[in-house]
């Protein structure tokens, strides 16, 4: 896990040293996928059924698919090394590994939950 952060983090340097200030760099895969592809993956990681998923009515502005123009990133040299099969299967091992962190931050008392993981550190930076 550790390499993948340096790799990820390699990102803002590359658009330090030859980006443009005050432009926004997407890190984007270059894949499209429409948001029942996405959720019919996440379901198959979690062996779960499609049977849990609820249509809701349509709505005017609804997204049917989320994308990112990532070609100012790209136009930089960065590609992506990770596919997003392999980067979703990732993020959802590390969110079945790391249940009680993501409960504490939904439950609610986020401030209590913020205290807790960063306010001694935060305290003593000042």
């Known amino acids: 896990m550790a390499g993948e952060a340096r790799r990820a983090d ?5 658009c330090f040293r030859h980006g443009t200030a ?12 429409t948001n029942r592809e996405t959720v019919r993956l996440l379901l198959d990681r979690l062996g779960k059924p499609w049977s849990l998923v609820r249509q809701v009515e349509d709505r005017p502005g609804h997204d049917r698919r989320y994308a990112m123009d990532g070609s100012k990133l790209a136009a930089l040299g960065w590609t992506p090394r990770t596919s997003f ?3 979703l299967a990732a993020t959802v091992d590390w969110f079945v590994a790391n249940e009680a ?5 939904r439950s609610g ?14 305290r003593s930076a000042g």
């Open 10 to 14: 390699a990102r803002i340097p590359r």
């Open 22 to 33: 005050g432009e926004t760099y997407n890190v984007a895969g270059g894949v499209e996928r």
């Open 85 to 87: 099969e392999d980067g």
């Open 101 to 105: 962190w993501w409960r504490a931050a």
């Open 109 to 122: 008392d986020w401030d209590a939950y913020y205290e807790r993981q960063y306010g001694s550190r935060l």
